[in-house]
Nanobody, 127 residues
Framework: QVQLVQSGGGTVQAGDSLRLSCAASGRTSSPYAMGWFRQNPGKERDFVAA????????FYADSVKGRFTISRDNSKTIVYLQMNSLKPEDTAVYYC????????????????????WGQGTQVTVSS
């Protein structure tokens, strides 16, 4: 099991940038893929970005492609989500997620694939 603690987030203007961080602890010596999701009240949790164990393979939702960047520093067991050119529709609670994997090149885009979740952090983008 991996424990995840998120930081970052807040309220910004449209066009601004934010960086979310997700620090992992626990079974971090085992390979684990990471992802970011977001959710608004009454809505499903939507996929945002995913990254494989070594950080070689990444994948983004179309809505954030070209604006968001997922990265990881395995020496510090931290995953980042750099969010640029933020839009009001990016407003949501953002969650990081982790799952152990046998294949270091895999990433996962379905929330049901993930076993461990961060506490969530609010991102609000005003117009």
């Amino acid at each position: 099991q991996v424990q995840l603690v998120q930081s970052g987030g807040g309220t910004v203007q449209a066009g601004d940038s934010l960086r979310l961080s997700c620090a992992a602890s626990g079974r971090t010596s085992s390979p684990y893929a990471m992802g970011w999701f977001r959710q608004n009240p009454g809505k499903e949790r939507d996929f945002v970005a995913a990254i494989s164990w070594r950080g070689i393979n990444v994948f983004y939702a179309d809505s954030v492609k070209g604006r968001f960047t997922i990265s990881r520093d395995n020496s510090k067991t931290i995953v980042y989500l750099q969010m640029n050119s933020l839009k009001p529709e990016d407003t949501a609670v953002y969650y990081c997620a982790a799952r152990e994997t046998d294949n270091s090149g895999f990433y996962y885009i379905d929330s049901i694939e993930y076993h461990d979740w961060g506490q969530g952090t609010q991102v609000t983008v005003s117009s």
